[in-house]
């Protein structure tokens, strides 16, 4: 289906970020996912966080796979690089394309599908890696494009349209990536903007593989009573981690009026992430503490939201590999490829 241009009217009123865009210029075409996609959500918050953050259009590349939550890159910032790759390759190309430029902006979108079936082997060595990008995954517990069969993450016991019961245990993409060493770990839900886009503007800015994984319900196939992934379970089950609220380093640092105990994470940046603590004792830098309290919530039948792990102190996939600090499309050619003396001269030294 052919995505459909939005018409370019643009309020006067509109407030401007320090970059003199309004949301409008952060918008892509016009959705033709179902109506009340949760994607669409997830859409729109990436469409504020991206504004607020005044991130440079033109320097931000959106990647993806295959599936409903794949077609969200046509949906956001229009003037940005895009590549929409085959189905579950999206993490190896997105590492592939920050090997060349690290100076772009990351954002892939993904799904529980693309992700966690087809592609669980790509998302697992991105991780490893530490590639520097925001990983968005869409998780809806179906296949939305093949008519609603279940998908890796259905949980034991969530009913399909038709009622039959899925029996094969789920894949949680947060405790599977605590268990793989990731940096970065948040859990939301796609109707919840006042938690989801902090939790965003935090994995943009991230030095490393920041995952967040949306419950995004579909309203077709999956926002029924016996599903765990629709609207209704989701909010009646939903259990905040922490309220976590995203200090761009550009805007003074202030601490709500409230007697609760603050958390701060310094950013690479210099920026701050602050979660204010809703439960006693828990430590969002604690890899053990995240993983117990999200096994503990999935015992009650509960969802962990928030951000569960930040680790600022990791090394990207660039520190790791010892890469030069200029983006390998900046280094003349002359340099690339210096010729066969130069790779005799350097097969010399291991023979």
């Known amino acids: 289906m052919t995505s459909i241009a939005k018409p370019p009217v643009r309020h006067p009123g509109l407030h401007k970020n320090v970059l003199g ?14 109506a ?19 991130l440079p259009p033109h320097r931000v590349a959106k990647m ?7 077609k969200t890159t046509a949906y956001f910032m229009r003037q940005s ?26 954002i892939g979108i993904s799904g529980d599908g693309d992700s966690l079936s087809i592609g669980l082997g790509q998302l697992c060595h991105v991780i490893r890696r530490n590639v520097r990008m925001l990983y968005v995954l869409d998780n809806n517990g179906v296949y939305g494009l093949t008519k609603g ?33 990731a940096t970065f770990v948040a859990r ?30 579909c309203v077709t196939f999956n926002d029924h009573d016996g599903s765990t992934k629709s609207y209704k379970f989701t909010r009646e089950h939903e259990v905040e981690i922490s309220t976590a609220d995203f200090v ?14 603050m958390t701060a994470v310094t950013m690479h940046d210099g920026s701050t992430v602050r979660f204010r603590k809703t439960r006693d004792n828990y430590d969002p830098t604690d890899r053990e503490a995240a993983y117990e309290h999200v096994r503990a919530c999935q015992l009650r039948g509960e969802v962990a939201t928030g951000l569960l792990f ?29 010729g066969s003396a130069a790779l005799q001269k350097l097969m010399g030294q291991y023979r």
């Open 188 to 217: 939301s839900f796609s109707g919840d903007k006042a938690q989801l886009i902090p939790i965003l503007k935090a994995g943009i800015s991230h030095n490393g593989f920041a995952l967040i994984d949306i419950i995004s319900p």
């Open 248 to 261: 761009p380093l550009r805007r003074e640092i202030t601490v709500p009026e409230t007697d609760a105990e």
């Open 64 to 70: 993806s796979g295959i599936g409903c939550s794949s």
């Open 149 to 181: 069969q279940f998908s890796a993450s259905a949980d034991i016991g969530s009913t399909s349209k038709k009622g039959e019961a899925n029996v094969q245990p789920p894949i949680d993409p947060v405790l599977l990536a605590l268990t793989l060493g």
């Open 21 to 34: 865009f309004t949301q409008r210029d952060y918008e892509g075409a016009m959705s033709t996912l179902c």
């Open 81 to 106: 690089h895009g590549f929409n790759s085959v189905h579950g390759r999206m993490p190896s190309v997105t590492s592939g394309a920050n090997a060349a430029n690290r100076n772009l902006t990351y």
């Open 310 to 338: 930040l680790d600022e102190h990791g090394s990207d996939m660039h520190a790791i590999a010892k890469t030069v600090p200029t983006p390998l499309v900046d280094v003349p050619f002359e340099q690339l490829c210096p």
């Open 36 to 54: 009340g996609c949760g994607h669409d959500s997830v859409t729109a918050a990436l469409v504020q966080a991206a504004w607020e953050l005044s």
